[in-house]
């Protein structure tokens, strides 16, 4: 017995993106679960479960579970990680409602990476890695340094070029002109792109995500109480989570392919659909490289073929594969993975306004694909039938 849609997703929730919340982790954590329950009609003590993710940046899960006003949670996590765990963290809540651990459980992710504490930024003890061992010495640390050596390793092989990591961030912009949520809508064109200030060659500003101060919660439950709920019912149909590269110690030099590579081929089985069947991806996006990347290696298009794919237009809101259709990372916000799941479902509900993705029925959403971290995790959803 697998996964394959045995729990589904009845409930989302965010607080708004900003560069200064203004209030604590605490208080956008349990706006955004409180929003997610009012999503599916639910009171608080409706939870028995609960989960989240975060590098030090964060509110423990317990002291939120008793802001909200749970006693005894029958489970919870409190994964150590960033973006690459997004995902995964989900996948987990949903084993454990599937295996009858828990029967509604909320994950979230709530951060004030703006205004207050930002991973992987410098001025800090080391976090407790072994790689950072090698890098700090050089002064080769942050997240940027780290995804510019993998995108100029792939423009070297590959051809890929600076024009075509800028059309990554062209195309999202536009979606993120039609999105209410998203920090920068403000339509962008390549110039601009190739005109902003470089961050990490082979990285410009318009290159890299924003650091955002906000809270997302994905709410959890079984396919029979979820439709009985107040919204339409996603299904999970697949979950996945693997290795990666931790750039040095893993002995997988080559940093032009992902572990992506690995994961896609047990998630859409698991899943029971193909490539073809993919309405709309939600490619996680810290970086412009990390979409073109992904679209090779979750298997859109051939090794080396990410640049032409976007240059295409393929990615477009009215391409063949729809990607980031709220603008991502690099225009929404970058609440660590968690907004791609929220864009996700509301692709699937049919709710998604103006940026809506006609006849959008199964989508993909992603977490980091294995750089730095070591791992990576994947969904795809469904709209329940």
Partial sequence: MTLRDRVAIAGIGCTP??????????????????????DAGLPPDALDGIATYRVGDSVLPAVVAQSLGLRDPRYFVDQFGGGSVSHAVVGQAALAI???????????????????????????????????????????????????????????????????????AVQQRANAAKNERAMM????????????????????LLDCCLETDGAVAILLTTPERARDLKKHPVSISGAAWGGGQTLYSNQQPDTTTTSAADLAPRLFEMAGVGQQDIDVAQLYDCFTYSVIVQLEDYGFCPKGEGGPFVESGATRSDGALPVNTHGGFLSEGYVHGLNHVYECVS???????????????????????????????????????
């Avoid at 993106?17 to 009012?38: E, F, H, N, P, Q």
């Avoid at 090698?134 to 002064?139: K, M, S």
């Avoid at 962008?188 to 792109?193: G, K, M, S």
């Fill in 17 to 38: 993106y900003s560069k200064d919340s203004g209030v604590s982790t605490l208080t956008l954590a349990t706006r955004a679960i409180m929003a997610a329950l009012d």
């Fill in 347 to 385: 692709q699937l509900r049919g709710e998604a306004g103006a940026r809506q993705v006609e006849g959008a029925e199964i989508g993909l959403s992603t977490a980091q694909p294995g750089y730095v971290a070591g791992n990576a995790s994947a969904l795809i959803l469904r709209r329940d039938a």
């Fill in 185 to 204: 809508r403000a339509p962008i064109e390549l110039a601009d792109h190739l005109a902003s200030r470089p961050v990490v060659e082979p990285f410009r």
């Fill in 98 to 168: 599937a295996a009858g651990v828990a029967e509604t459980v909320v994950c979230y992710r709530a951060l004030n990476a703006r205004s207050e504490f930002r991973m992987g930024g410098t001025g800090r003890p080391l976090v407790d890695a072994v790689e950072t061992q090698y890098q700090a010495p050089y002064g080769y640390f942050v997240p940027p340094q780290q995804f510019a050596m993998a995108a100029r390793a792939h423009m070297e092989r590959y051809g890929t070029t600076e024009e075509q990591l800028g059309h990554v």
